[in-house]
């Protein structure tokens, strides 16, 4: 990981000391420096190019005056060769610090010996302590304090003040008087010292300073890739905007519900200028102006006739502003009244199947009654007439209670049984007793289903479907022959079965066929409403599917009908092959 102070939240394992505040720098020997997103590569940049500069003052220094601090006569061309060669060894290293991502320890290292070993010589040649060259140590001390462990830069101290004594040492053996330089000296080491120990406790401050501030950041991080993710997908629209109605963010719900596309540019654009959303823009303006905390639109977006929504579109809008009274930023949540809508309708036909549920139930006392009845009457009678009317009543009363036991199957949402059905022989004896039950005349229905057409789907399902279907038809047909019509097919892609309910009625209405499966929804004022619900229940526990369609014939002709599309595996021309699907033996 990169620091800019190069310090690891790490005790020093390789060194054995720790600092004032018990962290430590990263040790030593630590080879996943190597890796240049783990070592604090910026810091020894910055040391690097830190000597370029003093080495590049030192260099002009030298050759501009040549004056003090140097002692001596000769010693000026030293001093200048020494920068230059410092000036050229320390751009290189800053060359590999910067290009060169490898072998940190090593390159630490060699930097702090250039400097020891160059400070030194210009100490020596410059004059000893007296000369002011001593002040330069502070660069490798600061640097080792940034870049090594506690013993370490310790180590480096010494080093710098033992070549200081040495210095001195030297100096008051030539010249005979040692007190003076030696006191000097060693007044030198100690402030050197004390100097190392304040660097390296600011060091490990620092680092646990930002040790702290990376891991707020990455925190900071998750929590807005999480935020983001969340708004991304919630189903209401959300915009984050300032005064001027410049967009800072934005959801894709949001971008639906103003009729844009899902992968449109919102963010940077201003909601003045669209189109789409100027009524909601003069709307947040205007609640700005007012003050209020809390503010709301409802409304159509002008061009919200896209893909996404229909015309009959309504947005509802909410205007907030952040708790924070330094925030700029505003927020507008949207929802599409539809849904609203929708989740109430859930909520109403979740109640409805409890209701219809419970009426089920309570019809099955007087049904018994009347079947029992229907018995009796049956077997004290003696006329053909009162017993084939008794035995209607018997048979009419075993299908109610069928249909009850049926409501209340789907209202708990039961598995089907999934018979294996022929359409042709199921649809021909169900309009046999269809037809006797309700005195139709020969011809009113027609049917045209081919043999060898087979599909899963429970009978007595299946039976209430067609009934409800039939009787709807009957109801706005003409009465004349062949004004109701049942078809059987397979569907173009040949994987599901297809049964078609017409009739010569006018049809149903364009704005009617959205509520046409609703609960409660008839255009008879003696209608229930209840019969395409229930119809398209069964179909839906069956896995298929009910709907009203139109069907193109193969000249051309186009009638409108009801389409009961059966589950997929439907076969044709074949036997059923039952709940698996097996191989046959040759």
Known sequence: MKSTVGIRPQPDTAAGATSGTGREAVPLLDHSLDDPGAAPWRTLEYFASTRVIVASALVLAAAASGVRPISAPGEPQWVLLTSLLYFVLGAAFAGLALYVHRRFVAQVVGQLLLDLVVIGVLVVIGG??????????????????????????????????????????????????????????????????????????????????????????????????????????????????????????????????????????????????????RELAAAFVAWLESGRSEGGWSGTPAAVEGPARGPDSRIRARFARPASSASDEFLIFMEDVRDVEDRAQQLKLAAMGRLTASIAHEIRNPLAAISHAGQLMGEDATDPV????????????????????????????????????????????????FVRDRGLAEGVIEVDAPPGLHVKFEQSHLRQVLYNLVDNALRYASGRAGSVSILTEMSLEGDRAQLWVFDDGPGVPLDARAALFEPFYTTRSQGTGLGLYLAREFCVTNQAELGYGTRRARDGSTRDGFLLRFGRGSTQGADPQGFLDTIPLS
């Open 386 to 433: 009162l017993k084939r009317l008794a035995a209607i009543v018997s048979e009419n009363t075993q299908r109610l209670n069928r249909l009850v036991e049926d409501v209340l199957r789907v209202a708990r949402r039961e598995p089907p049984l999934g018979d294996q059905l022929g359409v042709a022989a199921f649809v021909r004896e169900f309009l046999g007793e």
């Open 128 to 277: 000893g302590v007296a000369s002011g060259w001593v002040i330069l140590f502070l660069l490798p001390l600061a640097g080792a304090s940034l870049l090594l462990p506690s013993l370490l830069v310790f180590f480096i101290c010494a080093l710098a003040v033992l070549t200081i004594l040495a210095d001195a040492g030297v100096r008051s053996i030539a010249s005979g008087s040692s007190d003076p330089l030696l006191f000097q000296a060693g007044v030198y080491g100690a402030a050197l010292f004390a100097v190392t120990a304040l660097l390296r406790a600011l060091s490990a401050r620092l680092a646990q300073q930002e040790r702290l501030a990376r891991t707020r950041g990455r925190e900071l991080q998750n929590q807005l890739a999480i935020n983001r993710l969340v708004i991304a997908q919630m189903e209401q629209g959300v915009i984050v905007l300032d005064r001027t109605t410049l967009v800072r963010a934005n959801n894709r719900a949001a971008r639906l519900m103003l009729g844009l596309a899902a992968e449109a540019q919102l963010t940077g654009t201003r909601l003045d200028d669209r189109v789409e959303a």
